[in-house]
């Protein structure tokens, strides 16, 4: 089924890294003769079942979306947090394995926008742009995928939190704003957020980083390079 899109929804998708460097004119065109179809998720309410077969390019348009994975241990770790307008599981929708690797749960209300793979493939060879794009969003997520792997090697806490801050911090600053939360970051490395908050207090009673609510100073950068090394 396929619904007109509004306009506040195609100035959405000049937005999204799928449609970047079309305009709202552009994007009406390439949706006007392409089966589509938008579906609005409330709260907690899951979009899409690990294991369930990736079928459709999806757009969140609004809101924000998380993906959700359980440790042997029962424990959830939250994979990535999704938000407007960006794509969702976009290298998964070609391949054998074609199917979501995690839970994805709406962190919010939230609407997504569905285009069979089909209808995307038309769109991909109509417009060499779309195509461009599509290619950069999977080879950046692939990167992404590389470097999350490198990081979730580190066995200890100290380690990821030294990893953390030296990723944020480049090689020249020495003070960075921490975009997460405490909560936020502990789901992010897997671990309870007292053992987060007594490490953080740990490196900065060495003298390693100084703590003040999400800012972090760097304090001896060849330690914390040794820590995250």
Excluded at 129 to 145: A, H, P
């Amino acid at each position: 089924m396929s619904s007109k899109l509004s306009p506040e929804h195609l100035e959405i998708l000049t937005r999204c890294p799928i449609f970047i460097g079309l305009d709202g004119h552009e994007i009406e065109s390439v949706f006007s003769n392409a089966h589509h179809f938008t579906r609005t998720f409330e709260v907690g309410e899951i979009a899409a079942f690990s294991g369930e077969p990736v079928n459709f390019l999806m757009c969140v348009l609004e809101g924000s979306l998380k993906g959700e994975m359980q440790d042997f241990s029962g424990k959830v770790i939250t994979i990535d947090d999704i938000k407007a307008p960006r794509t969702l599981a976009t290298a998964f929708i070609f391949g054998k394995q074609n199917r979501f690797p995690v839970n994805v749960l709406a962190n919010e209300k939230t609407r997504i926008l569905y285009i069979p793979k089909y209808e995307f493939m038309k769109m991909l060879q109509s417009d060499i742009r779309i195509l461009q794009n599509f290619l950069n969003v999977i080879s950046g997520q692939t990167q992404m995928l590389a470097n999350k792997l490198k990081f979730l090697s580190f066995k200890t806490i100290r380690g990821k939190i030294a990893q953390y801050i030296l990723s944020l911090a480049g090689p020249d600053k020495t003070m960075v704003e921490m975009p997460l939360t405490q909560n936020a970051l502990a789901e992010q490395f897997g671990v309870a957020r007292p053992s987060l908050a007594r490490t953080l207090g740990e490196m900065a009673d060495e003298g390693i980083i100084s703590v003040d609510r999400r800012v972090v100073r760097i304090l001896d950068r060849k330690k914390l390079m040794e820590v995250g090394g």
